[in-house]
C-alpha cells in the first residue's frame, strides 16, 4: 500500500500566496515523476506541475512564472509554492506519484485532494 498526504490549502485573496505539500509513504521504494493536477468546476483534471527523479520540472502554460514544484527525496514529499494566485486558479488540487514499490511493481498513486480557493 502506498499513501499520499496532502496538505496545506485553503482560502486566499487573489495576489495571494499557498504552499502545497504531499507526502508519500507506505511500500514505495522509488519515485520517478510526482506530479500536481487540479480540476475545477465543471472541469477535467488537468496537469499543473511536473517533477522527475532529476528534478527536472515542466508547468501548464497557465501557472508559468507563477508556481514553483520541488521535491524532497529524503522525505519522499513534493511542493507546489503558488504566488500570484487568481481567481481560476480555484481548484481541487491532487498530488500524483508515479514510483516502484518495493516489490518492484510499477504504480500510479492519487492523494485525496486539497481545496484551493481564491477569492477576487
Known amino acids: 500500500q502506498v499513501q499520499l498526504v496532502e496538505s496545506g490549502g485553503g482560502l486566499v485573496h487573489a495576489g495571494g500566496s499557498l504552499r502545497l505539500s504531499c507526502a508519500a509513504s507506505?511500500?514505495?521504494?522509488?519515485?520517478?515523476?510526482m506530479n500536481w493536477f487540479r480540476q475545477g468546476p465543471g472541469n477535467y483534471r488537468d496537469l499543473v506541475a511536473t517533477i522527475t527523479s532529476t528534478n527536472a520540472t515542466n508547468y501548464a502554460d497557465s501557472v508559468k512564472g507563477r508556481f514553483t514544484i520541488s521535491r524532497d527525496n529524503a522525505k519522499n514529499t513534493v511542493y507546489l509554492q503558488m504566488n500570484s494566485l487568481k481567481s481560476e486558479d480555484t481548484a481541487v488540487y491532487y498530488c500524483?506519484?508515479?514510483?516502484?514499490?518495493?516489490?518492484?511493481?510499477?504504480?500510479?498513486?492519487w492523494g485525496q485532494g486539497t481545496q484551493v480557493t481564491v477569492s477576487s
Open positions: 507506505g511500500n514505495i521504494s522509488n519515485i520517478h515523476l
Open positions: 500524483n506519484v508515479v514510483g516502484t514499490t518495493v516489490g518492484g511493481l510499477l504504480g500510479d498513486y
